[in-house]
């Protein structure tokens, strides 16, 4: 069975290391945060300026001064700081951050993504992604293998306006785990019950598959 | 000490004109300076540049500027929340040049720092490289990017001194800090306005220096946008 966006989320938590700097984008990555592995410290970057954010507050505790780049309200964790926006970049472009992980509309068999832009039907912007994806050492994607009207996300080249070129190394969607290497993306798990064939038929770029596919363990 | 306090919102925007470049501070509705912006949307200045991260949402923020056509480009990283601006930016009313949020803040500091322009990888490859220059460091392609400057920026801070040093709450900090440095004419509102000498100097995050009007807001909404909350168990 394909997963859902929290299967999605638990996949990509097992990715998280011990003493890893994080930022999270908008939509299914945010869900990460509630699957972090048994015994693992992390902390999570928002980028309009915290560091150590913690769960959302309990109603009646919300404060209009304290909200992620997602605009939702947050509390923080002990050891957290506060900062000014061209801090809070120096920390991605000066790659303090250990992992990106977010969402795209497209990414293409060379790493490149779209993910800001539908020209003519959406201008909203592309926030710090592209600061995100041009610096960051590791970057994941998190989305459905395909869109609304069942087309693959997973292209030989993106025909949505670009994001940032060559820069993301691994995906996680609803049917697989894929890396994204030289020659294409290369199949490395598949989702609970999820053929290699139904990967394929959901996969317009190459896709390379080497020996047996191990299904995602959760 | 310089005093820079003054004592109403109409001394505080005194000499704006129609086509001046305005930057905002403010990331979504925080830390937004919410009583200059009022102030400006009941004046008749028009044709206005504006330099802000966000667009607000239709009816708070900068889209009471928008709902009255005073502005007639707007400079920003991300614009989702806000139908009246998709709506003159896809009738081409409103001229709109959206840059990467990181570029943005750098651009403001840039400009206030002295720097007349910097190369980042932001954006190489991309719609936002188009015309610039594009230089390898390192073996990574870099873009060059123009500091930003404004003829007034308007910033909102938790709490300032007379002298206009300026200390600022939680996250809304974002872009206030860099705006009040490339300002020629910074504007600072504030939640407390205390005698200077009350501030702990170690703990102020925008030096007086940059700041050349303060004083004391009011009626103060701080909207949220997404009010998001779990159970108690």
Same mark, same amino acid.
């Given at each position: 069975m394909a997963l859902d966006k929290i299967g999605i989320a638990k996949r990509i938590a097992q990715e998280l290391k011990?003493?890893?700097?994080?930022?999270?984008?908008?939509?299914?990555p945010t869900l990460?945060?509630?699957?972090?592995?048994?015994?693992?410290?992390?902390?999570?970057?928002?980028?309009?300026?915290?560091?150590?954010?913690?769960?959302f507050p309990f109603e009646g505790e919300e404060d209009a001064d304290l909200i992620n780049a997602g605009k939702q309200t947050i509390t923080t964790l002990d050891g957290a700081v506060f900062f000014d926006s061209a801090t809070s970049f120096s920390m991605?472009?000066?790659?303090?951050?250990?992992?990106?992980?977010?969402?795209?509309?497209?990414?293409?068999?060379?790493?490149?993504?779209?993910?800001?832009k539908i020209p003519g039907k959406m201008v909203k912007g592309m926030g710090g992604a592209m600061d995100l994806v041009a610096s960051a050492d590791n970057i994941i994607v998190a989305m459905m293998h395909t869109n609304k009207r069942g087309e693959s996300k997973l292209l030989k080249k993106c025909s949505l306006p670009l994001t940032g070129v060559a820069c993301v190394k691994k995906i996680v969607t609803n049917l697989a785990v894929l890396e994204v290497v030289a020659k294409g993306f290369k199949l490395l798990e598949r989702a609970p019950g999820v053929k290699v064939e139904d990967i394929q038929n959901a996969t317009e770029g190459k896709l390379i598959i080497e020996g047996d596919i191990p299904e995602m363990v959760l | 000490m310089i005093n820079k306090e003054v004592k109403s919102i109409e001394d505080?925007? *005194?000499? !704006?004109?129609?086509?001046?470049t305005f930057m905002f501070g403010g990331f979504g509705l925080c830390g937004i300076p919410e009583n200059a912006i009022k102030a400006l949307s009941e004046s008749s200045v028009t044709s206005l540049i504006c330099?802000?991260?966000?667009?607000?949402?239709?009816?708070?923020?900068?889209?009471?500027?928008?709902?009255? *056509?005073? !502005?007639?480009?707007?400079?920003?990283?991300?614009?989702?929340?806000?139908?009246?601006?998709e709506r003159q930016m896809l009738s081409g009313e409103l001229e709109v040049d959206l840059i990467p949020q990181g570029s943005l803040a750098e651009r403001c500091r840039a400009g206030g720092a002295g720097i007349p322009a910097f190369f980042t990888p932001a954006g190489y490859g991309t719609e936002v490289a188009e015309g610039k220059e594009v230089r390898e460091f390192n073996g990574q392609p870099h873009i060059l990017e123009s500091a930003l400057e404004a003829d007034f920026a308007f910033v909102k801070a938790w709490k300032g001194d007379t002298a206009g040093n300026l200390i600022y709450k939680g996250t809304a900090r974002n872009f206030n800090p860099m705006m009040a440095m490339a300002g020629k004419i910074t504007v600072a509102e504030v939640e407390h306005l205390v005698p200077a000498g009350e501030l702990d100097p170690a703990n102020i995050h925008t030096p007086g220096i940059f700041v050349q009007r303060i004083f004391q807001g009011r009626d103060y909404e701080k909207r949220i946008e997404q009010r998001t909350v779990r159970n108690k168990k």
């Open positions: 011990d003493g890893y700097y994080v930022n999270l984008g908008i939509g299914i990460v945060a509630n699957y972090i592995p048994e015994g693992i410290n992390v902390e999570f970057q928002s980028e309009n300026g915290v560091l150590g954010m913690g769960p991605i472009r000066g790659r303090h951050v250990q992992l990106t992980v977010l969402g795209a509309m497209e990414v293409s068999e060379q790493g490149d993504i779209a993910n800001w | 505080a925007i *005194k000499g !704006v004109e129609n086509n001046m330099i802000s991260n966000n667009a607000g949402i239709d009816d708070f923020g900068l889209g009471l500027l928008l709902q009255k *056509k005073q !502005v007639k480009k707007m400079i920003s990283s991300y614009v989702g929340e806000n139908a009246e601006f």
